[in-house]
């Protein structure tokens, strides 16, 4: 049986003279950009351009019905009540960073004037963004970094979890779906067990957005962050979803023009809701191109899409297990995952092959994958390895992209090792 | 299609049979000289590459202002080992002063694409290829950099 990607023809780079043979397996660290997506930020780059929410003309009033709009449309493809939940910032790592310095921070300066302990409670799964502020935080305000094992087959450990939440936690951050293992979390269950204590939840939608599994309000988080371009929309464009009765208390994470009620020289008030975040001119053309990539994807059915990624991934790993110098960093029992929302990248090494070597080896015959640690180097650690190969799937990869991936990892593994 | 995509596409493919593993590189990756070896080790440095986590320590053995022994170790990619493989058979007996410079004139053609000449061709041609890659020059340049921090030890010392 092969099966062929219907959606192939929408992505313009396999039909340019510069890749005709690419086979892109990375779509975990960014998605390819469809002809839909491209053209609409094109559109309204050349007809459509001004600055949002300042002129007092008709161009600049579109563009500021543009950004209202996009609101609108993000919040229903969240789940979310209101568009006035939603704020754009540049991506996944400035929405944590946001989080993290706008509500997080106060509450353990709080809890340091009152002389009590804080701590900040991850998942080892988390990538580098959704470590690395927590990390510094905890530095800074001398509060404990718990971390959440994981199980056997790279979940999240619940009842870990369980032990670390405690009265003194401030904020629990942890991934929907890893970049490096690939399986979704019960984020659901995980944010009701710190609901249950009243601890604030963040949730890292990076990887999980992209099978449209999200329903924000079903999730129960505090908070939801993605970047639109692992959505196959633009760069530079992300998205944080926050509960509406937190932004009026959290003080703006960067200040600038545009977020403001008064100023003076010596004073400053803020007006409410997600414009106090937005500080400066909104990088609409991403907002356009992110709106349309929801669209784009909304218009083939989130139905077909996970269908076809579920049978794509099972022959992925199949194929992948079949080999015998395959080594993964964490081990699918394949036939107990049928019926279920399999992950679209797995992460593994070859016996006695260096992952770059790997990487390069595929390379030249334009097999693009990630090596490395994916930017999630203490997860790497905690499976006690240096690095992995990862291969990603998205929309515009079909059989026939696996079958050359296993011919490149059986040219590699020869070359190498032969 | 613009010209530099172009560029950046014939750059890195299409190089024949993989000529980054080409067979001296191979020979020195599967058989790395003074790799996991053990001297009388009297000074050390350690290199580590923060875009993929490789790690690699250079151990030196110097009497008089030369190099005696050179030996390596860490978990690094075939490039990474071959390269350190020949930093320590061609830099073996060599005066500090001159090893420096030989290292740094290797960076400096690797950085900036410059053909080896003389006995930097004799010695070190399979690197030359990794010119042709240049995601893949971090992983050549790794041990010696990390030379670099042995041998700048050495030198300060003999300052004080």
């Known amino acids: 049986m092969s099966i062929i990607s219907p959606w192939k023809q929408d992505f313009p780079i396999f039909s340019t003279r510069a890749y005709p043979r690419l086979c892109y397996l990375d779509s975990a660290a960014t998605c390819l950009t469809p002809k839909h997506v491209a053209d609409a930020i094109y559109h309204y780059q050349c007809y459509a351009h001004a600055n949002s929410h300042k002129g007092l003309y008709q161009l600049s009033a579109n563009v500021t019905e543009i950004v209202e709009q996009a609101r609108e449309k993000v919040a229903h493809f969240l789940g979310a009540n209101s568009g006035q939940q939603i704020i754009f910032n540049s991506g996944t790592t400035e929405a944590l960073n946001l989080v993290a310095y706008s509500f997080v921070e106060p509450l353990l300066i709080k809890a340091q004037q009152q002389e009590t302990a804080s701590n900040i409670v991850i998942s080892a799964a988390e990538h580098h963004a959704n470590l690395l502020p927590w990390q510094r935080l905890a530095q800074q305000y001398q509060a404990e970094l718990r971390v959440v094992d994981l199980m056997p087959d790279g979940t999240l450990n619940i009842e870990h979890l369980r032990s670390l939440l405690d009265s003194e936690t401030r904020v629990l951050a942890v991934t929907h779906c890893s970049n490096v293992i690939g399986q979704y979390e019960d984020v659901q269950q995980i944010c009701q067990l710190a609901s249950d204590k009243k601890i604030a939840t963040v949730v890292d939608g990076a990887q999980a957005v992209a099978r449209g599994a999200v329903d924000v309000n079903a999730i129960g988080c505090d908070f939801y962050v993605f970047s639109a371009h692992k959505l196959y929309g633009p760069t530079g464009c992300g998205v944080l979803y926050g509960k509406v009765e937190h932004f009026d208390n959290m003080r703006p994470y960067q200040l600038g023009g545009g977020i403001i009620s008064s100023v003076s020289y010596q004073q400053s008030e803020f007006i409410a809701g997600p414009l106090k975040f937005e500080p400066g001119s909104h990088n609409v053309a991403a907002i356009v191109g992110l709106v349309e990539a929801i669209d784009y994807l909304n218009d083939l059915s989130w139905h077909d899409i996970n269908h076809y990624l579920n049978d794509l991934a099972f022959y992925l790993q199949q194929s992948l297990q079949e080999l015998k110098y395959f080594k993964p960093l964490v081990k699918l029992p394949l036939p107990e995952y049928k019926g279920v929302t399999l992950p679209t990248l797995t992460s593994f090494q070859i016996k006695g092959v260096h992952c770059h070597d790997v990487a390069s080896i595929l390379d030249s015959e334009d097999i693009a994958v990630r090596a490395g640690h994916h930017c999630a180097q203490p997860l790497h650690q905690f499976f006690a390895v240096n690095s992995t190969i990862r291969a990603s799937l998205g929309l515009y990869n079909d059989y026939s992209d696996i079958d050359r991936l296993v011919a490149g990892l059986d040219q590699a593994h020869q070359l190498m090792l032969s | ?160």
């Open chain 2, 1 to 160: 299609m613009g010209n530099q995509v172009q560029q950046a596409y014939t750059n890195g493919h299409n190089q024949g049979q993989h000529s980054l593993y080409q067979q001296a590189m191979l020979a020195h990756h599967k058989s790395p000289v003074g790799f996991e070896q053990e001297i009388n080790v009297s000074h050390s440095a350690d290199g580590v590459n923060p875009a993929c986590g490789d790690e690699i320590r250079i151990d030196a053995e110097l009497c008089d202002d030369h190099i005696s022994h050179l030996a390596f170790f860490g978990d690094s990619c075939a490039i990474c080992r071959a390269s350190a493989s020949m930093l320590c058979q061609f830099l073996r007996n060599q005066p500090v002063a001159q090893a420096l410079a030989i290292s740094q004139q290797l960076q400096l053609s690797l950085d900036k694409n410059l053909a080896f000449t003389g006995q930097m061709a004799e010695h070190f041609a399979p690197l030359g290829a990794v010119a042709k890659f240049p995601v893949r020059k971090q992983c050549a340049l790794l041990p010696w950099s990390t030379l670099d921090k042995v041998l700048k030890k050495t030198l300060n010392e003999s300052e004080v």
